[in-house]
């Protein structure tokens, strides 16, 4: 397989709908790629936490409309990272309609076929960790090549997420991130950590530049089963392309078949 990694540059100085526009272009520059990630909350920033009220949008708003015609356009599976989703009003409900941290994954002929609202919200008792509800469901994305396991940024945290995904059949985990420069140490070690543990790919995409006052860190990053770095993005905009070859995760897991001999965390213990 071949996937593209768009390491957006998200900042201050330019609109949603602007960013927008120029995301879908470079997804349409994709052709011949099978898969496109994009970073987290990419249109507004995973830091702006004042604007994601005003740029919440529905599962059909705009963001759709544009990136499932870009998939299309392409003929990409895309996974098109995250948006404040404003989810759909309950009827006589006099609160307002909550909001979700929601990745949206598109085929290659424009169809949704996964949304994921992320489960762990950073921010302890501030930001999206109050701003945004919480979600309850793993997502797994079959394609052609592979089993995706979908997660976003804080997920990388919670290695039993990632144990979920391996148990529903995910054989490549896409993360993407707006994970901040300062723990930048952290995203490249539990990248490698996640695909050393579960023996899958992890295609890990983050956000560049600097957006409501906090740096981003870049370094998008693909590793494989084996915990080795195929490919890895600078600090700057940047598209990262790497060759990979989903049977490994297969012949990984029966060469050192580890998983086997897990214990915790199952039904029934084996004995």
């Not at 702006?48 to 015609?69: N, R, S, V, W």
């Not at 392409?74 to 941290?101: D, K, Q």
Request: charged share 20%.
């Amino acid at each position: 397989m071949r996937a593209s990694l768009l390491q957006i540059d998200v900042n201050d100085d330019e609109s949603v709908a602007a960013r927008r526009r120029r995301v879908a272009d470079l997804v349409r520059n994709q052709a011949g790629v099978d898969l496109v990630v994009l970073p987290e909350l990419w249109t507004t920033g995973a830091f702006a936490y004042d604007e994601f009220a005003a740029q919440a949008e529905p599962l059909d708003g705009p963001t759709h409309e544009a990136m499932a015609k870009a998939a299309s356009d392409a003929g990409v599976w895309l996974h098109a990272g995250s948006i404040p989703e404003r989810a759909a009003s309950v009827a006589g409900s006099a609160t307002e309609a909550p909001l979700y941290n929601t990745s949206l994954v598109f085929s290659p002929a424009g169809e949704l076929v996964a949304a994921y609202r992320k489960i762990h919200r950073f921010g302890f008792d501030k930001g999206e960790a109050v701003l945004m509800g919480a979600g309850s469901e793993l997502v797994t994305v079959p394609l052609p090549e592979t089993v995706l396991g979908v997660a976003t940024c804080y997920d990388l945290r919670f290695p039993e997420l990632f144990r979920g995904l391996v148990d529903a059949g995910a054989q490549t985990f896409v993360v993407p991130a707006g994970w901040p420069e300062r723990r930048r140490s952290h995203w490249t070690l539990l990248a490698q950590a996640r695909a050393v543990e579960n023996q899958a790919y992890v295609l890990a995409c983050g956000t560049a530049g600097t957006h409501a006052g906090v740096p981003q860190a870049g370094h998008s990053i693909v590793v494989d089963p084996w915990g080795e770095v195929l490919a890895e993005a600078g600090s700057d905009e940047e598209i990262l392309t790497v060759d990979f070859d989903p049977a490994k995760v297969v012949t990984t897991r029966e060469q050192f078949p580890a998983l086997k001999d897990r214990l915790l965390g199952l039904e029934t213990p084996r004995r």
